[in-house]
């Protein structure tokens, strides 16, 4: 029997708990009128391997691998690359971290309406409300300790997400893509409309934490991005934008065998974090390997914490000036999310925090920036 509408999980490096109790929610509907795609975005292998043995277990769903650890997460590329592969009238964009009341996919089948996409009311649980005590209790014995508006769980028709090419994939790591979707449609002329009643019900979990952005770390982490990620929402707003400016090829995604090539470099080049070599490398140097897979390593120079160095800083002797790690990996991060998000590439900080490895296949994109 054909399904009305296919719900789309994105994953990556998530706790496959959640991801359990979340299907078993939908294996417990009344209706079985959907199909599940599961996107599992460039999780390291010890994730992708667990998170494929628990979709495994249930037979609607599909699981599919793409990107590779290398590349920044990007939720846009992971729902885009669902939504291609969607074959039903109607998809609902969901998230790993909820659980469906027993009603829901019923409930859908009622609402749908091709002239519009629905957003639903989601009640947060307590952080002692985990997923061994969530699995203890039904919907109803869950007490959220408060509800809300969601923003990128939703349904919506198939032809509308394909009509305005999905997400806009210039948006990285955390926010606003969500609501830029839902301008664009309701700028392609579709109706926005609220559903009240609870249906369902999200799991407690840390928020993101948008002050360590300011902090180096070995999970890539680029300072503002939540700022710059809202400038892009506000001027799609203001050019009244229906499909995504800069947009990659819709659908497309890299794959695992991609980081194979880079692997490979033509080029390498090796420096420390002098501000001047840094950015003439960035801004000239880089720009000028078209068709090159480029290998790029800065590493910090301990003389820059020398104390010869900081006496000539004192006395305001001529010295090369340095940048800190944190402002090499944010000068390379912007690089990818302004120029190279359509390109291969592979992206890496050391875990003593003295080295970041960046690596990108010039030769082709997956589409022109």
């Given at each position: 029997m054909s399904k009305f509408f296919t719900i789309l999980y994105t994953f990556r490096?998530?706790?496959?708990?959640?991801?359990?109790?979340?299907?078993?929610?939908?294996?417990?509907?009344?209706?079985?009128?959907?199909?599940?795609?599961?996107?599992?975005?460039?999780?390291?292998?010890?994730?992708?391997?667990?998170?494929?043995?628990?979709?495994?277990?249930?037979?609607?769903?599909t699981y599919h691998y793409v990107a590779h650890p290398g590349l920044l997460w990007n939720k846009s590329k992971a729902i885009n690359y669902g939504i291609y592969k969607a074959t039903t009238p109607y998809v609902f964009l969901a998230d790993v971290d909820v659980i469906f009341h027993h009603s829901f996919s019923a409930v859908m089948q009622q609402l749908a309406t091709p002239v519009g996409f629905y957003l639903f009311t989601i009640g947060y649980l307590p952080k002692e409300i985990n997923t061994k005590e969530a699995q203890k209790l039904s919907f109803e014995q869950r007490k959220p300790t408060h509800t809300g508006d969601t923003f990128g769980i939703g349904l919506f028709p198939l032809e509308a997400l394909q009509r305005v090419e999905g997400l806009d994939t210039f948006f990285h790591f955390y926010g606003s893509e969500d609501a830029d979707l839902n301008a664009r449609l309701q700028q392609a002329g579709y109706v926005l409309k609220y559903h009240k009643p609870l249906l369902i019900q999200h799991l407690w979990h840390p928020r993101y934490p948008a002050k360590r952005d300011t902090q180096l770390t070995v999970q890539p982490?680029?300072?503002?991005?939540?700022?710059?990620?809202?400038?892009?929402?506000?001027?799609?707003?203001?050019?009244?934008?229906?499909?995504?400016?800069?947009?990659?090829?819709?659908?497309?995604?890299?794959?695992?065998?991609?980081?194979?090539?880079?692997?490979?470099?033509?080029?390498?080049?090796?420096?420390?974090?002098?501000?001047?070599?840094?950015?003439?490398?960035?801004?000239?140097?880089?720009?000028?390997?078209?068709?090159?897979?480029?290998?790029?390593?800065?590493?910090?120079?301990?003389?820059?914490?020398?104390?010869?160095?900081?006496?000539?800083?004192?006395?305001?002797?001529?010295?090369?000036?340095?940048?800190?790690?944190?402002?090499?990996?944010?000068?390379?991060?912007?690089?990818?999310?302004?120029?190279?998000?359509?390109?291969?590439?592979?992206?890496?900080?050391?875990?003593?925090?003295?080295?970041?490895?960046?690596?990108?296949?010039?030769?082709?994109?997956?589409?022109?920036?």
């Amino acid at each position: 029997m054909s399904k009305f509408f296919t719900i789309l999980y994105t994953f990556r490096n998530r706790d496959i708990y959640r991801v359990r109790l979340s299907l078993r929610s939908l294996q417990q509907q009344k209706d079985s009128n959907f199909m599940v795609v599961f996107v599992d975005y460039g999780s390291d292998p010890d994730y992708g391997i667990a998170v494929k043995k628990v979709v495994d277990d249930f037979d609607f769903v599909t699981y599919h691998y793409v990107a590779h650890p290398g590349l920044l997460w990007n939720k846009s590329k992971a729902i885009n690359y669902g939504i291609y592969k969607a074959t039903t009238p109607y998809v609902f964009l969901a998230d790993v971290d909820v659980i469906f009341h027993h009603s829901f996919s019923a409930v859908m089948q009622q609402l749908a309406t091709p002239v519009g996409f629905y957003l639903f009311t989601i009640g947060y649980l307590p952080k002692e409300i985990n997923t061994k005590e969530a699995q203890k209790l039904s919907f109803e014995q869950r007490k959220p300790t408060h509800t809300g508006d969601t923003f990128g769980i939703g349904l919506f028709p198939l032809e509308a997400l394909q009509r305005v090419e999905g997400l806009d994939t210039f948006f990285h790591f955390y926010g606003s893509e969500d609501a830029d979707l839902n301008a664009r449609l309701q700028q392609a002329g579709y109706v926005l409309k609220y559903h009240k009643p609870l249906l369902i019900q999200h799991l407690w979990h840390p928020r993101y934490p948008a002050k360590r952005d300011t902090q180096l770390t070995v999970q890539p982490r680029l300072s503002n991005v939540q700022r710059i990620n809202q400038r892009h929402l506000q001027w799609h707003q203001e050019i009244k934008a229906i499909l995504p400016c800069g947009k990659g090829i819709f659908g497309n995604c890299y794959v695992k065998e991609d980081q194979l090539i880079l692997e490979k470099p033509t080029k390498t080049y090796q420096l420390f974090n002098i501000s001047a070599h840094v950015i003439h490398f960035l801004e000239v140097v880089l720009p000028a390997l078209q068709g090159e897979v480029v290998h790029f390593v800065c590493k910090e120079d301990s003389y820059s914490h020398s104390l010869k160095y900081q006496v000539k800083q004192f006395l305001g002797k001529h010295t090369q000036p340095y940048l800190s790690m944190k402002q090499v990996n944010d000068l390379v991060l912007q690089q990818i999310v302004f120029y190279y998000r359509n390109c291969n590439y592979s992206y890496a900080v050391s875990q003593d925090l003295k080295e970041i490895c960046f690596t990108v296949d010039l030769s082709k994109q997956l589409s022109n920036v």
